[in-house]
């Protein structure tokens, strides 16, 4: 591994999401992922980046979304930064539990978790959510 990166910024639209999830998994096969890693990443970045948009800037157009692909020691690094109120992530019901299994909300934090092999959510000191990710490879 080495000292890669890559910054994506895409605007609050629900179209821009399949571009940074397009450049996130074109760096990941440069980083010699397998196919199911691949999907994972594909996965977890697609919703990262749809909850910034949707949940995080409220399709607020004028407010961006940053996603930032590094290649770390552990494999890729990836953080989605939007620039809403922030929330905290233990306030999100469960999704497999039974009275919540009908809802539409909180799934995509369980297929995030899923698919890569660390997540973090923090409040960002400047204002809005930023989500860590990192698939090993």
Do not use: C
């Not at 910034?52 to 989605?80: C, Q, Y």
């Amino acid at each position: 591994m080495g000292e890669k990166r890559e910054q994506i910024t895409i605007s609050s639209r629900i179209e821009a999401i399949d571009e940074a999830v397009t450049k996130a998994v074109t760096y990941a096969k440069g980083l010699g992922f397998s196919d199911d890693a691949i999907f994972g990443i594909d996965m977890a970045v697609r919703e990262a980046v749809a909850n910034a948009v949707k949940h995080g800037n409220g399709l607020d157009e004028s407010k961006s979304v940053e996603i930032t692909l590094a290649d770390i020691v552990e494999g890729l690094e990836i953080t989605v930064r939007d620039y809403g109120r922030g929330f905290n992530v233990e306030d999100v019901p469960d999704p497999t539990n039974p009275e919540n299994l009908l809802k539409e909300n909180g799934r995509g934090i369980l297929f995030m978790q899923n698919f890569v092999t660390t997540v973090e959510w923090h409040n960002h000191p400047e204002g809005g959510m930023l989500v860590r990710m990192v698939k090993e490879l």
